[in-house]
């Protein structure tokens, strides 16, 4: 039995010490190297065509290229703005006042107490687009700097210093600001493009610092060109870029592969407020005037034309006679204004612009405004089926000027009367032909003639009116220098006093 046991327990030792040499064997093996195993750092580099290689990397080293000729002139800025509030006052919804006082309104001191001042602080980017002497200008967003009262210039080495606003405008949504520094300070001026060569699909890169990540650097392609700035308030049109932009990079320069600054990046468009593709520039021709005239007024000069323009369907170009045409269509007319004194009428669907076709409203308010005052600039017009060319001398914009309703003839839209329009104002005459008026503005020449929204014009002058191209027709006021309406109003007609121009 021992010798038994004996022999089992040779055997059994015998097994181990030969699984182990195996497994060492197996470690070992695997620790050389095989198939199973594979270091990151024992591995060739892949193997790229030397051709395609040499185009990549000349790719890439333009874009050093870029970055280290553009980023010196990239700043960040710093700002603080005073914010003054008006805390809520606790008792002002209640019935009545403590110990019997009836409840009145809040005098003008305690107001005054309950008014509390805050600082607050934000950054963005700017580029530097000129040097006179030892004062250097930085180009950026009124919302970025507009309302500061403190402003540090951050540059790419180090740099800081602080700056001064120099005028803001918030019809482009820019600002200039100022800084000094020494003569012989090493500060480079960034050089600016041709924004109108742009074209959908070149190659840019979007500079600034966005969520204060100072001289960052995207890249993309121009995925548009002359896009609305509408939705936004801002008169230009934009330069659309899938290059990521973000918080903080607003005023900072969009840049093309020269190096050249072609747009100042502005706002996005996201669903997050993070970067979704969706970035747009300000065409940095359209800016050019701008920086002149903060330099040399301290604020942006306009031109100004003097007529209310309106979009209008297709039904109503078909009534007016221009359907198909683009252009943009002056409803209205200021009494003396330019276009008044240059023999534009109400009505009137302007197509040109010293030559250059206009495609609709907001590009000829943004060509309006860049033109000088004092200045003659041509239209074409369409007018009662028949084009016509005016020379107008253009006057500077003031707020004063453009919102006078007093001067603004007639002082209301007219607006097609189909068969929607019968059903809003509840006419249930098939038969009735005219107008309807829309839109009456207070203190207007209409307001005077105590017109009312829904008010039918079947006549002018005298003179019966059946859509709108007899209207307009009618309204010449080159013609006419005292002009009265007929009006339907809740089955009653009537004819108001007569204006006169």
Avoid at 2 to 25: D, P, Q, R
Avoid at 252 to 269: C, F, K, Q, R, S
Avoid at 294 to 309: D, N
């Amino acid at each position: 039995m021992k010798n038994v046991t004996k022999k089992i327990l040779i055997g059994v030792f015998a097994s181990v010490f030969a699984f182990t040499l195996v497994s060492l064997s197996c470690s070992k093996t695997k620790i050389e190297g095989t198939a199973d195993t594979v270091y990151a750092d024992t591995k060739s580099a892949i193997e790229i065509p030397s051709e395609s290689l040499k185009i990549v990397e000349a790719l890439q080293n333009s874009f050093n290229s870029i970055s280290a000729g553009v980023l010196p002139s990239v700043c960040e800025i710093d700002v603080t703005e005073k914010k003054t509030i008006q805390q809520s006052n606790p008792f002002e919804d209640l019935p009545f006042w403590f110990f019997g006082f009836p409840n009145q309104e809040e005098s003008e001191e305690n107001k005054k107490g309950r008014t509390r001042e805050f600082e607050q602080k934000g950054l963005g980017s700017g580029v530097i687009v000129r040097k006179t002497g030892n004062t250097y200008y930085v180009l950026t967003n009124n919302h970025v700097a507009g309302k500061a009262t403190e402003i540090t210039i951050n540059l790419n080495d180090g740099q800081k210093f602080s700056g001064k606003l120099v005028g803001a405008d918030e019809r482009q949504d820019i600002a200039l600001v100022s800084f000094e520094a020494d003569k012989n300070a090493s500060i480079k001026v960034a050089t600016l493009g041709d924004s109108d060569k742009v074209k959908v699909g070149d190659i840019v890169l979007a500079m600034g610092a966005p969520l204060g990540y100072r001289q960052s650097v995207t890249k993309g392609i121009v995925s548009a060109t002359g896009r609305s700035g509408d939705q936004i308030g801002n008169m230009n049109d934009f330069i659309q870029t899938d290059a990521a932009i973000n918080q903080g990079n607003s005023g900072g320069p969009l840049v093309n592969i020269y190096g050249e600054v072609i747009g100042i990046n502005t706002w996005i468009a996201s669903s997050s407020g993070g970067s979704q593709g969706l970035g747009f520039s300000l065409p940095i021709n359209s800016l050019k005037k701008s920086i002149d005239d903060f330099i040399s007024k301290g604020k942006v000069s306009y031109g100004w034309l003097g007529v209310s323009l309106v979009d209008i369907t297709d039904n109503y170009k078909k009534e007016l006679g221009v359907k198909g045409v683009q252009g943009a269509f002056a409803s209205q007319v200021f009494i003396d204004s330019p276009a008044f004194k240059g023999g534009m009428l109400p009505g009137d669907f302007i197509v040109a612009l010293n030559g250059k076709n206009i495609k609709n409203q907001n590009e000829l308010v943004r060509e309006v405004g860049y033109l000088a005052a004092n200045k003659d600039a041509e239209f074409k017009v369409l007018r009662n089926g028949k084009s016509v060319t005016l020379t107008v001398k253009i006057e500077e914009r003031t707020e004063k000027v453009s919102n006078d309703n007093s001067k603004l003839w007639p002082g209301f839209i007219a607006s097609p009367l189909s068969d929607d329009v019968k059903k809003t104002l509840k006419i249930e005459d098939d038969k009735l032909k005219g107008v309807a008026v829309v839109n009456v503005l207070e203190k207007s020449p209409a307001a005077a003639l105590r017109l009312q929204n829904g008010d039918v014009i079947i006549g002018v002058n005298g003179k019966k009116i059946t859509n709108i191209a007899e209207f307009y027709e009618a309204l010449d006021i080159s013609k006419n220098k005292e002009i009265w309406f007929d009006v339907y109003n809740s089955g009653h007609t009537l004819s108001t006093s007569k204006y006169k121009l």
